[in-house]
């Protein structure tokens, strides 16, 4: 791959040091919304199933990422899937599910206090994890976010042959729904789309160095979607699909450690501002085209944008989304650099 490392990761660019702060305390409500026949997926815009949107929230999934978590199940039906940093370098998904369903996915895993900023943009998600460190939990307890704990929720779960704790905990998308049954308003979309490809450069693939693994992305003219891969192998589900995007945005952000272990190795919980005044450098993959950009959010209620160097919003084609959190210290390589 003929590329160059990203603006030294644009540490200049990024918003102060973030805190570990919780989001406003709120109160459940319940609350419908029925969207038009033939309104497309409003986290994908794609047709809805059988041509309407399901009514129900965002749902989102915390999925290990770890090597012994491998091969995953379920990450192709979600409409939207953060790669977030965690403690040690290794990374964790949050999967969001709107428009389909999946008979299984996992593992299932704990939660992070990061989750609060990535899932704030959403309305009133839900979250479904297997617990979290006290301050973690209170935190989201505090915040919009709607939560199930699969520790106290355990009739919902599955356990696959094959698969040992803390790696075979799993649900169905329908039964997590289940979990709050009076919640049925689906969110609001969270990125623009356009099948016009906007201005950029050709990129058919983009290298991530995390330390759990080298992430690398190439782009696919036949199906107009990013494989992913670990280095030169392919990341494949459970049931051999290869995880793939029609869309990767890295968006580039500061962290910070502490104040909270998170494990008994002395593992500090990863802190990043995604909403309070926040903003970075970061880079919109879609087509085989990279459009650089700068990515900013001023609340946690608000989506994220992204904006080209013309101070325009980048849209995005219909489908699946992968949003990679990189830590600006984490090397990225693509065929521009950021600006």
Request: charged letters at 10%; hydrophobic letters at 40%.
């Amino acid at each position: 791959m003929v590329g160059v490392t990203l603006l030294a990761l644009g540490l200049a660019a990024c918003s102060d040091s973030p805190k570990p702060l919780a989001a406003p305390t709120t109160t459940t409500t319940t609350t419908t919304t029925t969207l038009p026949a033939g309104a497309p997926c409003p986290l994908t815009d794609e047709p809805a199933p059988s041509g309407v949107v399901p009514q129900r929230p965002a749902l989102a999934v915390k999925v290990d990422n770890y090597m012994a978590a491998r091969p995953q199940s379920g990450l192709d039906a979600a409409d939207i899937v953060f790669e977030e940093p965690v403690e040690g370098g290794i990374t964790r998904y949050v999967a969001v599910f709107q428009c389909q369903d999946a008979a299984m996915v996992g593992p299932i895993r704990s939660a992070r206090n990061i989750d609060i900023g990535i899932l704030g943009e959403f309305g009133r998600p839900l979250l479904v994890s297997v617990g979290g460190i006290n301050p973690v939990l209170s935190n989201i307890e505090a915040s919009p976010i709607i939560y199930n704990d699969l520790r106290v929720d355990s009739s919902v779960t599955q356990h696959p042959p094959g698969r040992y704790a803390p790696y075979d905990t799993y649900a169905s998308t329908s039964a997590l729904w289940g979990l709050q049954p009076t919640q049925h308003t689906p969110p609001a979309p969270v990125f623009q789309y356009s099948t016009l490809i906007p201005s950029g450069v050709p990129a058919t693939s983009v290298s991530i160095a995390y330390a759990g693994g080298n992430v690398v992305w190439n782009y696919d003219p036949a199906t107009k979607q990013y494989l992913r891969f670990f280095g030169s192998t392919p990341d494949v589900l459970s049931d051999g699909t290869q995880n793939s995007a029609a869309n990767v945005i890295v968006q580039v952000v500061q962290v910070t450690y502490g104040p909270w272990l998170e494990n008994n190795l002395g593992g500090l919980e990863v802190q990043a501002n995604l909403y309070q005044d926040a903003s970075g450098p970061a880079a919109i993959f879609r087509n085989g085209v990279e459009v650089p950009a700068t990515w900013s959010r001023s609340s946690l209620g608000h989506p994220t944008q992204f904006i080209s160097s013309a101070g325009t919003p980048i849209p995005l084609q219909p489908g699946r989304t992968w949003v990679e959190l990189v830590p600006s210290t984490v090397a990225v390589t693509a065929p521009v650099t950021l600006d």
